[in-house]
C-alpha cells in the first residue's frame, strides 16, 4: 500500500491464493481456495498452476521456462469461457476449483488442444478474482485491488487479470 501511496483499505490479492482486505493496522482474510467441497484444507493457486501445467506437459513444451510462466505462454490468444467452480456465500468465502479440474479431465479426454485448455484455465483464475472483488465493492465499497504472489510470474494470469479489474474500474496495482 505504502508503494501505491494509497490510503486504504484494499482489496488484496495474494496469491497464494487468498483474499484479504487490508489497511495498514488491520486485515482480514475473506476468500480463499479449498481442495475439494469436502476439504477445508485450504490450496495454493500456484500449486493448481503447477498441476494444470503438469497435466499439460508444459514443461516439454516451453524447455527452460518455469511450469507457471509457461502455462500463460502456451495459452491461446482466443478468448475462451472459463470452467465451472463455486464460492459459497460465507465469510470467509471458499473457493472450489474441484468443477475445473474435471473439466481439464474432460477436455484432455476428448483431446481439446491444450492450448485452449490453458486458455480456458486462465479465464477461470480472473473470472473468480473479478467476482470476489466485485462482491466486495458492493458490500464494502472498496475499488483498489493489489495483485502480489508467485502465481503472477504468470504474465499472462497478471495482464489479464489486470485488465478485467480495470475494465470494472478497479484500480489496479502490482507488488
Known amino acids: 500500500m505504502t508503494h501505491h501511496d494509497l490510503a486504504g483499505p484494499v482489496i488484496a490479492v495474494v496469491w497464494g491464493g487468498e483474499f484479504f482486505v487490508a489497511g495498514y493496522t488491520t486485515f482480514e482474510r475473506v476468500a480463499y481456495f479449498i481442495e475439494d467441497a469436502d476439504s477445508q484444507a485450504a490450496s495454493s ?7 494444470v501445467a503438469t497435466l499439460l506437459n508444459v514443461c516439454r513444451t516451453t524447455p527452460g521456462i518455469d511450469a507457471i510462466t ?37 477436455d484432455l479426454r476428448w483431446k481439446v488442444p491444450v492450448d485452449t485448455i490453458a486458455a480456458r484455465f486462465h479465464e477461470t483464475l ?23 504472489g508467485g502465481a503472477f510470474r504468470n504474465e499472462r494470469l497478471a495482464a489479464d487479470l489486470s485488465q478485467a479489474l480495470a ?4 484500480s489496479v496495482y502490482r507488488s
Open 70 to 106: 509457461g502455462l500463460g505462454i502456451l495459452a491461446s490468444p482466443d478468448l475462451q469461457a472459463p470452467y465451472d467452480y463455486a464460492i459459497d456465500g460465507a465469510l470467509p468465502a471458499k473457493i472450489d476449483v474441484s468443477p475445473a479440474m474435471r473439466g481439464i479431465a474432460h
Open 45 to 51: 493457486v500456484t500449486s493448481l498452476l503447477e498441476s
Open 167 to 170: 475494465t470494472a474500474d478497479f
Open 126 to 148: 480472473v473470472s473468480i478474482a473479478l467476482r470476489i472483488a466485485l462482491r466486495l465493492r458492493r458490500n464494502r465499497g472498496l475499488s483498489d485491488v493489489i495483485l502480489d
